[in-house]
């Protein structure tokens, strides 16, 4: 059982080989009288034409909400949030010089290589309290990867933070589904609000590889009412994640292949050991014929489709699996 089955690939990938059965169990505030699940705000999904205009603008908006609420920034890798940490770090004129030194880097490994490990739980936890006085002050800016866009737990208990929204997730990239409802899990939690920008650099690979997708992202506008013509940002992130789908799904399919493919040797290597049993110490090969015609028959076909293995099998090893 998993909380987290990912997409439409995904799924059926998993009903296909494991005949699994995916069911839907409602969220437990949903299940409340008077307690509705708290509000998560998409502010949009802004295309900008390149990295640099994309840092320019994270920086902007970490420099519009840090005073009113934590601020996570979710980079698409380990590059890129060395290069957006160090732009925060350095916004002294946006952010101001007493708050650039406490933009918090969150990762697996620093900028050396060195495990952050003994940190984490510290990152965690300052990356939600709030700095300074009464009169003046304001929120960390936390700058992450994939490492820190799921499973840890930032908890806004700061009344003024919810009070403005709660906590501001700021994507750098649309992963695939099961990555994003972890990245928008980051946020409302707890029964709080949350709220989240994704800034996209048309320069990037997944647009430069697929010119079609950034022209599908780009005309995912409303069709009707009040916003028509104008950007529908939840579509945006519904072409985004169904881009990233079809990727799953071909690796899926070439997965799949491999795993029959294993299945069958692996019923072929079964098949020998029943038909020549020994004890589990035993050396591989032992030296018998048998056992070399088996280890040569693994070495050839690891490749080969499972319909071939099993003529093959009856061929050279005189073992029948049909």
């Known amino acids: 059982m998993t909380g987290s ?17 995916k069911f839907n169990v409602p969220r ?3 299940t409340c009288t008077s307690t509705p699940q708290k509000v ?8 900008l034409k390149n990295a640099k205009e994309q840092t320019a603008r994270v920086v902007e908006l970490c420099a519009q909400y840090f005073r009113k609420v934590p601020v996570l920034v979710i980079c698409s890798s380990a590059e890129e949030l060395s290069r957006m940490h160090s732009a925060i770090s350095d916004a002294q004129g946006a952010l101001g010089e007493e708050f650039a030194n406490e933009v918090q880097r969150f990762s697996m490994f620093d900028a050396r290589g060195v495990s952050l ?3 984490w739980q510290t990152i965690i936890d ?3 309290k709030r700095l300074g006085t009464t009169d003046d002050n304001r929120c960390r800016i936390t700058v992450t990867d994939k490492f820190g ?5 930032f908890q806004v208990v700061d009344k003024q933070a919810n009070e403005n929204g709660g906590m501001l997730v700021i994507a750098t990239s649309v992963p695939d589904e099961r990555e994003w409802i972890q990245w928008k899990g980051r946020t409302a939690r707890q029964d709080r609000p949350g709220q989240f920008y994704v800034i996209l650099a048309q320069d990037s690979k997944v647009f430069t590889n697929n010119k079609e997708l950034l022209n599908k992202v780009k005309k995912a506008k409303h069709e009707s009412g009040d916003l ?3 950007p529908d940002h939840d579509a945006r992130i519904e072409v985004l994640l169904d881009a990233a789908d079809e990727g799953i799904g071909s690796k899926l399919k070439e997965y799949g292949g491999e795993q029959a493919t294993g299945e069958k040797l692996n019923a072929v290597s079964e098949a020998h050991f029943k038909r020549d049993p020994r004890s589990f110490d035993d050396p591989w090969p032992n030296g018998s014929e048998s056992d070399r015609a088996l280890r040569g028959f693994l070495m050839s076909n690891h490749d080969a489709p499972p319909d071939v293995i099993v003529e093959r099998a009856r061929e050279r090893l005189a073992i029948d699996l049909r």
């Not at 998560?40 to 295309?47: A, F, K, Q, R």
């Not at 866009?149 to 737990?153: C, E, K, N, S, V």
């Open 228 to 230: 028509k013509g104008q």
């Open 40 to 47: 998560l705000t998409n502010h949009g999904v802004e295309l």
């Open 28 to 30: 437990f505030l949903d």
């Open 126 to 128: 300052d990356a939600t």
């Open 5 to 21: 089955v990912g997409g439409k690939a995904e799924l059926a990938y998993l009903t296909k080989t494991y005949n699994a059965v």
């Open 149 to 153: 866009g799921r499973g840890h737990d």
């Open 117 to 119: 490990r003994n940190e």
